[in-house]
C-alpha cells in the first residue's frame, strides 16, 4: 500500500494539486492539519481533501478558523488569514473541520498536529520534544506537522532520540525502531525552500520517500493580492518561510 | 542522507519564530546585516529594535 502524508496545506490549492499530481496513485492520504488559514483557497481545499477521502486531523489554524481556540494566540497576519477564512468557509466545509479528531491511528501510525503530548501548538523541533513524545503514543510511528520543516525521529533508548533531515535522494527506511516523522507543509514550507514538501509511504518497500513539488508561487500570490493579504504573506511564499 | 547538523535545517524556522525573519527587501530598506550576523548587544541594537523600527512589531512565539 501506498499512503501520501501531507501536512499544513494552509489554503494553498496551486501547491497541493502539484503535490497531487507528483505524488501519483496511493491508496490512502494522510493530512496531519492546518488545511486552512495563511491562504485564499480554504473551500477549494477542504473539498478537494473530502473528495479524496482523506483521512485528516486539524492544526492550530483550523482551530482559530473555527473559533475554537482565541485569535489572540495568533500573530497579527495569522489573525487575518484566520478571520478572512471564517468569513469565507461554506457551512459544509466549516461542519467538515469541525468533525475532525484530534489524533488519529491508522495501522502502525498515530497521527497529530503538533506533537502527541500537545496536538495542537506544540512544535516538534528538536531531540529533546521528540524524547518526552515517544512516552505519549502507543504505535510504531508518529507522524506531526505544525514546524513545516521536514525531519525524522529515531527512538533511542536511554539516548533519547536521533535526528534526520530526509533528502528526495534516499528513502527513510522504517523498522523496528520507534520513529517520528514530520513531512514538511504542503503550502508554506519554512525551511527556505518554497516547493511544497510531502512524503510517501511505502509498506512494500518498507520506506518513507520525501519529495518536493514546485508550484505556481506567483498564481497564488496574485489571488493573495486580489484579496487584499498582507505583504508580508504573500512575499513569503517565495522565500521558503 | 543531508549531514547537516539539525539546527542549520531549523535556521529559517527558529527567526521565523522568534519573529526576527526578514526578507532580502527589508533586510536593504533596514541596511542590515543578514539575519545570523546582526548583534544583539551592544550599539547596533537587537532584532527587535530592528523590527520596532521597521513598524513589524516583535514575535508573539511563532503562532
Redo the contacts between chains.
Keep these: 500500500m501506498r499512503v501520501g502524508i501531507i501536512s499544513d496545506v494552509h489554503s494553498n490549492l496551486p501547491a497541493l494539486g502539484a503535490v497531487l499530481r507528483d505524488m501519483g496513485r496511493v491508496e490512502e492520504l494522510w493530512c496531519l492539519g492546518d488545511i486552512v488559514g495563511y491562504g485564499p483557497y480554504p473551500n477549494q481545499v477542504v473539498e478537494l481533501l473530502r473528495q479524496a477521502e482523506c483521512h485528516a486531523i486539524p492544526g492550530?489554524h483550523d482551530l482559530g478558523c473555527l473559533g475554537r481556540v482565541p485569535l489572540d494566540?495568533?500573530?497579527?497576519e495569522?489573525q487575518f488569514a484566520c478571520q478572512w477564512t471564517r468569513e469565507v468557509l461554506t457551512e459544509e466545509n466549516r461542519g467538515y473541520l469541525d468533525g475532525l479528531p484530534l489524533t488519529i491511528t491508522r495501522g502502525d501510525f498515530t497521527l497529530v498536529h503538533g506533537t502527541p503530548q500537545e496536538p495542537v501548538?506544540e512544535?516538534m523541533?528538536?531531540?529533546a520534544t521528540a524524547k518526552l513524545a515517544f512516552h505519549y503514543f502507543a504505535s510504531r510511528y508518529c507522524l506531526v506537522g505544525h514546524?513545516?520543516?521536514p525531519?525524522v525521529f529515531l527512538e533511542q533508548g536511554q539516548a533519547g532520540a536521533e535526528?534526520?533531515?530526509?533528502?528526495a535522494a534516499?528513502p527513510v527506511p522504517l523498522t523496528q525502531t520507534r520513529a517520528i516523522v514530520n513531512p514538511g507543509s504542503v503550502g508554506q514550507p519554512?525551511?527556505?525552500n518554497p516547493a511544497a514538501s510531502y512524503a510517501i509511504y511505502d509498506d512494500a518497500a518498507g520506506h518513507l520517500e520525501f519529495r518536493r513539488a514546485p508550484y505556481d508561487v506567483a498564481q497564488i500570490q496574485g489571488e493573495m493580492a486580489a484579496q487584499r493579504f498582507p505583504a508580508?504573506l504573500i512575499?513569503?511564499l517565495a522565500?521558503?518561510? | 542522507m543531508d549531514t547537516r547538523p539539525v539546527a542549520d535545517v531549523l535556521t529559517v524556522f527558529n527567526q521565523w519564530r522568534a519573529g526576527t525573519i526578514l526578507d532580502a527587501e527589508e533586510r536593504q530598506a533596514l541596511r542590515v546585516q543578514p539575519a545570523s550576523r546582526v548583534s544583539t548587544s551592544g550599539t547596533e541594537g537587537t532584532f527587535a529594535d530592528v523590527l520596532r523600527q521597521a513598524g513589524d512589531g516583535v514575535s508573539q512565539g511563532g503562532r
Aim: glycine share 6%; hydrophobic share 35%.
Design positions: 492550530n494566540d495568533f500573530r497579527d495569522a501548538w512544535y523541533a528538536y531531540p514546524t513545516h520543516v525531519l535526528s534526520i533531515i530526509p533528502t534516499a519554512r525551511d527556505g508580508r512575499k513569503r522565500y521558503g518561510w
